[in-house]
């Protein structure tokens, strides 16, 4: 779970997570990262900030 900063946006938090995650090899090349789904139900967060849009485009710009 994450330890919420005020001073980032939520989905900034998400997909630094997440980036850590890609670093760490928490996530296999050619395997799919996690659901919209999944992220609201790990992160308690409603399904808006998760967009996996937002998101997984942060983490790949």
Same mark, same amino acid.
Do not use: C, H
């Given at each position: 779970?994450? /330890?919420w ?6 989905? *900034? ?5 997440? &980036? @850590? ?9 050619? /395997?799919?990262?996690p659901?919209?789904?999944?992220? *609201? ?5 409603? &399904? @808006? ?13």
């Amino acid at each position: 779970m994450i /330890n919420w900063r005020l001073d980032q946006p939520k989905w *900034v938090q998400i997909a630094a997570e997440l &980036r @850590a995650r890609i670093a760490a090899g928490a996530y296999k090349r050619g /395997n799919p990262l996690p659901s919209e789904r999944r992220l *609201v139900e790990e992160f308690g967060v409603a &399904r @808006a900030v998760t967009s996996t849009d937002v998101v997984y485009e942060s983490i790949f710009a």
